[in-house]
């Protein structure tokens, strides 16, 4: 609870939740990341992380605010801010379950929100903004959220979905979506 930490090297996720049967809990936090492939909160190997009313700024590239990688798991985030400034950075990566509600997401390089494989995205009452003004590796597209399957074996295939109530998508630059290489079901109410 509360507190915070900052970490500056390249692959240095500040808070890392791994593994079946593991829960990080995580408030009032401010968690701040600068090299790259550094997210601010990651979790994978199926664990679970519950994170509520944090502050986190990320500024190094293919580092998403909130983050996960192989094996997925589940990501519940209720409030906060979440804003990154590096190319490949979005302010949600998923290759698991995440539900956000009533959060800030910005990414000011990069698309918002990225889905690969199989997996999904929830946001209730979030205001989300998007400025992705560099491609990143070989994208040749700019969007604002990005649903696709990768060959990288990073997430299952099958159906990505990306559910939001209520709240604000903004895209500054590119696309409002892009869908590649998988099927997609889009949910938007309010």
Do not use: W
Not at 97 to 121: F, M, Q
Not at 135 to 149: D, H, R, S, W
């Amino acid at each position: 609870i509360g507190g915070s930490v900052t970490t500056g090297a390249a692959h240095a996720n500040a808070v890392f939740s791994c593994g079946s049967g593991t829960t990080v809990n995580i408030s009032g936090t401010v968690i701040k990341t600068s090299g790259n492939n550094s997210g601010g909160i990651m979790t994978t190997g199926g664990a679970t992380t519950n994170a509520d009313n944090l502050t986190v700024t990320t500024s190094g590239n293919s580092s998403a605010a909130i983050r996960s990688d192989r094996g997925g798991g589940d990501v519940n985030v209720s409030g906060g801010t979440y804003s990154t400034s590096g190319v490949g950075s979005p302010a949600i990566y998923s290759t698991a379950d995440i539900d956000a509600e009533n959060a800030s997401l910005t990414s000011s390089a990069s698309e918002a929100v990225v889905i690969e494989g199989g997996n999904s995205v929830s946001l209730t009452g979030c205001t989300v903004v998007g400025d992705n003004t560099t491609a990143n590796g070989q994208a040749t597209n700019l969007q604002n959220v990005f649903i696709y399957q990768s060959t990288s074996g990073d997430a299952a295939s099958g159906t990505g979905v990306f559910t939001m109530s209520g709240g604000s998508l903004t895209a500054l630059s590119g696309d409002m979506f892009y869908v590649t290489n998988t099927v997609c079901t889009i949910n938007l109410t309010g």
